[in-house]
């Protein structure tokens, strides 16, 4: 079964075609980055206008890499939510558009579900039940997953996604957008011991997170040493933080699979192409003696073939969308569209 995914939720216009879950026939993503890079951080509105500039293109061209036409695909699968509204609703009204004129059913995914299934097109051996982390720009959610449409979320951030606390304070740091990924390559050597860090936990909620506390400690300690002209040396302060957010996902995800008795994690979301998170749970599952799970790189930041993925996976359960879907802004990872 061919499935055709398409995502804009974000900057990324991605179409891609997978069959039966697994196996990637194309994926083709256009990025509007560069132009994000100016200003430092994604902006909604020129996000939502590539899309709409590039979305027919880059579909045409997901089904010629894959020697297909329309009318070979058995779905059209789409990120209908969480994520930018504008930009969402590019991918979703094309998507309907699509459905309409060719007949080929309609398939809603949630962006947090298809991050958990770009595993599935990593490893094709990979089956729930498992425990998942998925960190992202947006969300950090520990979470259950029983089948590939049944989740338990088990803990999720108070206040700052993972991505995000790591975009703020790279920004704070003078590196460029997107921070999360330079900060990763700039800290590589840096000392993680250089600076002492609030260790964020949220009382009461074992594997909650809170990452804002991180974000205020750079802010403060950088505008101190500035007031006394002084500047942090950022390989060792990119790595203190890196460490400290590492530890945080790291041992409430460790305790989550201990209490809960998961033995095979699953990592997931654009935060998990960062290396020092890969390495700890490389440790932490040899350690423990778990099997660990993990996207290969291109498929950790958005993609088309993770939500194909996951969109093989919902039509066989039976999800469809009529033309009154509509796109979400906000939704949870259990609910149904
Ligand atoms: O999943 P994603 O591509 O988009 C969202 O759904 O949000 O995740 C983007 C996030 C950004 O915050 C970005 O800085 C972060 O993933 N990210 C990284 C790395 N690569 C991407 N964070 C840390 N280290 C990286 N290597
Ligand atoms: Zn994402």
Not at 120 to 147: K, N, Q
Not at 224 to 237: F, L, R, T, W
Not at 247 to 276: P, Q
Not at 306 to 329: F, P, S, T, W
């Amino acid at each position: 079964m061919k499935i055709l995914g398409i995502e804009s939720s974000c900057d990324e216009t991605a179409v891609s075609v997978v069959e039966d879950g697994r196996k990637v026939l194309s994926n083709v993503i256009a990025s509007s980055l560069e132009e994000h890079i100016l200003y430092g951080g994604v902006v909604p509105e020129i996000a939502s206008r590539r899309h709409a500039e590039c979305i027919e293109q880059v579909t045409k061209q997901a089904l010629k890499d894959a020697g297909c036409e329309l009318a070979d695909i058995d779905a059209i699968a789409v990120t209908a939510a969480p994520g930018l509204i504008g930009a969402l609703l590019v991918g979703v009204n094309f998507a309907k558009g699509l459905s309409l004129s060719s007949g080929i059913p309609l398939v809603p995914v949630h962006h947090l579900r298809s991050h958990i299934a770009a595993n599935y097109v990593t490893h094709p051996d990979l089956e729930p039940p498992f425990l998942a982390l998925v960190a992202s720009g947006g969300h950090s959610h520990i979470v259950e997953v029983r089948s590939p449409t049944e989740y338990k979320v088990i803990g999720q951030t108070r206040d700052d996604a993972a991505g995000e606390c790591m975009d703020k304070t790279a920004r704070v740091l003078g590196l460029p957008y997107p921070g999360g990924k330079n900060m990763d390559a700039v800290s590589q050597n840096g000392n993680p011991h250089a600076f002492e860090t609030p260790r964020p936990h949220v009382d009461g909620s074992p594997y909650d997170f809170s990452f804002s506390g991180l974000k205020t400690y750079v802010i403060n300690t950088v505008h101190h040493m500035e007031q006394k002209g002084e500047a942090p040396n950022v390989e060792d302060m990119g790595a203190t933080i890196i460490t400290a957010v590492v530890d945080s996902l790291a041992d409430n995800t460790e305790r989550a699979a201990k209490d809960l008795g998961y033995d095979t994690i699953v990592l997931a979301g654009g935060v998990s192409a960062n290396s020092f998170l890969r390495k700890r749970f490389e440790e932490i599952c040899e350690k423990n003696h778990w099997t660990l799970y993990m996207p290969e790189l291109q498929y950790c930041g958005d993609n088309g073939a993770m939500v194909a993925a996951q969109g093989y996976y919902e039509y066989i359960a039976g999800h469809r969308a009529g033309l009154d879907l509509n796109a979400k802004a906000t939704m949870a990872i259990d609910a149904e569209f």
